[in-house]
């Protein structure tokens, strides 16, 4: 189905609404008119399978017919946002609220703004949908599904949120709105300041009623953020904890793969029962390890442990973090006691906390510091076109200064 329709004759607001909408699921159907159908059902014949997710009235169009027409489908269609483009003033947001317009989108946004305007009406729109059966996501059978990527820690206090919140945004640059960052350490998970977001809705929401059964609903629970990625955060009180069962996880991860291209689970440190059941979904493992004794030996009774159970995802990435020859350990030592080659170093920096507790990820500001080029790096393993690649003594450049 088109999930969006515009409707509009200005071709160049047209090119950035198809810019917008390219690395989106679904598609943009548009309708080039100056003027509007009598009502929703003239132009809604025309599509194909069930009635769209977002109409966009573009620029260009009548305003008062644009509120007729918004009004009309409040009523009919209320399950569909409509999202009205025109220059904002006090009289038109009085106007628009009044025929149900679901927001305002200025005429000159850019393709990144008018991205994340449409993920959130279409929130609106799945949230109305809430009275559905359940299983009627029209996302419901997408093979596979999407790379699950578990970023672990036997011990805490390695930068596991750092390292979790960068990946996702710079794999939501690759795929714009298909990354999700689901935060897994009930107890005391920082995604949420990581990212500087205030979630209306938690993972203790998302896994039970509606959500559990149907995935648009459980698109309704997720945070949008700026960067073109969604996240699911942790309980605002570690006591919901005890309400999230490892059945809970394994059900959230299988909704999200046919939703997500991928899906970046912050897991709480140790291999608590959460770990466990992310594992069993996992298709990669992010290790990251501090350079000290208690991380590296942590890290090698981690892998010994999964693999005794069997449970160790077959893509496996060590990031070697806070890296530093003055702690008076080799790379070498790493690789030699954990029995596995590092991937990705990333050396001492004071911009990575400092950027965490800003709750702005390094690869989001593009800062210069020189952890940046081993996070860039970490995200090229997990681009399509990574297995393809040529890699010539891959881990002997890893180097620690």
């Given at each position: ?217 459980l698109k309704t629970y997720l945070t949008v953020h700026p960067a073109g990625i969604y996240a699911l955060c942790a309980p605002r009180n570690p006591v919901e904890m005890d309400k999230i069962t490892g059945e809970h996880v394994s059900r959230l991860l299988a909704q999200l793969r046919q939703e997500f291209q991928y899906i970046i689970v912050d ?41 005794e159970l069997n449970l160790m995802p077959a893509r496996r990435h060590v990031v070697l973090n806070m890296a530093d020859r003055r702690g008076g350990l080799t790379l070498q030592d790493v690789e030699a006691t954990i029995n596995a080659p590092v991937d990705v170093v990333l050396p001492r920096s004071k911009s990575l906390p400092y950027s965490t ?45």
């Amino acid at each position: 189905m088109s999930r969006f329709v515009l409707i509009t004759p200005n071709n160049d607001f047209e090119h950035r609404a198809r810019l917008a909408t390219s690395g989106m699921h679904g598609s943009l159907q548009t309708f080039q008119a100056d003027y509007l159908p009598e009502g929703p059902q003239d132009f809604l014949r025309q599509l194909v399978g069930e009635p769209p997710e977002v109409l966009i009235l573009g620029p260009g169009l009548p305003a008062d017919e644009s509120l007729r027409l918004a009004s009309i489908m409040d009523l009919q269609y209320p399950e569909i946002s409509v999202v009205l483009v025109v220059p904002e003033s006090s009289d038109v947001v009085i106007k628009a609220m009044r025929a149900g317009v679901r927001d305002l989108l200025d005429p000159d946004a850019d393709p990144d703004v008018i991205r994340i305007m449409l993920e959130r009406a279409s929130l609106a729109a799945a949230g109305r949908r809430r009275g559905l059966a359940p299983g009627t996501s029209e996302h419901a059978d997408h093979g596979e599904g999407g790379r699950v990527i578990a970023v672990m820690s036997p011990k805490g206090g390695v930068g596991k949120t750092t390292v979790a919140t960068n990946l996702a945004i710079g794999l939501g640059k690759a795929a714009p709105m298909g990354v999700v960052i689901v935060d897994l350490d009930l107890q005391f998970g920082d995604v949420a300041s990581g990212l500087m977001l205030e979630p209306e809705h938690t993972i203790t929401d998302a896994v039970v009623g509606a959500a559990s059964e149907d995935s648009m609903v459980l698109k309704t629970y997720l945070t949008v953020h700026p960067a073109g990625i969604y996240a699911l955060c942790a309980p605002r009180n570690p006591v919901e904890m005890d309400k999230i069962t490892g059945e809970h996880v394994s059900r959230l991860l299988a909704q999200l793969r046919q939703e997500f291209q991928y899906i970046i689970v912050d897991t709480a440190p140790g291999l608590g029962e959460h770990v466990l059941a992310t594992l069993e979904h996992a298709t990669d493992a992010v290790w990251i390890c501090g350079m000290d004794i208690p991380s590296i030996r942590g890290l090698r009774t981690g892998f010994q442990i999964l693999n005794e159970l069997n449970l160790m995802p077959a893509r496996r990435h060590v990031v070697l973090n806070m890296a530093d020859r003055r702690g008076g350990l080799t790379l070498q030592d790493v690789e030699a006691t954990i029995n596995a080659p590092v991937d990705v170093v990333l050396p001492r920096s004071k911009s990575l906390p400092y950027s965490t507790n800003k709750g702005v990820p390094l690869l989001q500001d593009s800062s210069r510091d020189p952890a940046t080029k081993g996070l860039r790096k970490l995200v090229d393993r997990f681009k399509p076109d990574w297995e393809a690649r040529t890699h010539k003594q891959l881990h002997r450049r890893a180097v620690v200064q």
